[in-house]
């Protein structure tokens, strides 16, 4: 029997401008793989442990004996994505970091955590959770970054 897939796709800080991402998206059942768009919305003033907690109850609905479910974090999404997966690395299956800032928070201008205040501590929170990574861990991750960025070096 084969397990459904699903996807959950934490976009960055662009995540109000979702259009062109939720197209893209709903190719993806073309592969047999369901797609749940999951913005954090950055820059509003919901704390970060409420973002993580609502991220973390669709994991916990999705999950179950006959589904996959697997993460992929764009940009800001990524270090959301890393936390999650630390709280719920049971139940995932893969993790795709896609140009996301998973390690030396302390490099991060601090003009981004003005205007998106839950990034600092997800940022903060995703390196701890990397170091403590083991290959175990490793193995289930994707790290994709572009030739030249000028946000995540």
């Known amino acids: 029997m084969t ?4 996807v959950i ?3 960055g800080f662009g995540d109000s401008r979702s259009a062109g991402q939720i197209s893209i998206l709903k190719t993806w059942r073309l592969w047999g793989v369901k797609t749940h768009y999951s913005p954090v919305y ?10 993580l907690n609502k991220l973390l109850a669709l994991v916990d609905k999705l999950s179950s004996s006959d589904k996959i479910v697997s993460l992929v974090g764009i940009s800001a999404g990524g270090s959301m994505a890393m936390n999650v997966y630390a709280a719920r690395e049971n139940q995932i299956h893969r993790v795709v970091f896609i140009c996301s800032k998973l390690l030396y928070p302390e490099t991060v201008s601090e003009r981004y955590f003005q205007t ?3 990034f600092r501590k997800s940022v ?5 959770n990397f170091k403590k990574l083991d290959s175990d861990d490793r ?4 790290s ?8 995540v070096p």
Not at 124 to 128: E, Q, Y
Not at 144 to 151: E, G, I, Q, V
């Open 3 to 6: 397990k459904e897939q699903h």
């Open 9 to 11: 796709y934490i976009p």
């Open 42 to 51: 950055w820059n509003n003033d919901e704390p970060f442990e409420q973002k």
């Open 116 to 118: 998106h205040p839950a």
């Open 124 to 128: 903060f929170l995703a390196d701890s």
């Open 139 to 142: 193995v289930k991750m994707l």
């Open 144 to 151: 994709m970054y572009a030739l030249a960025d000028n946000t």
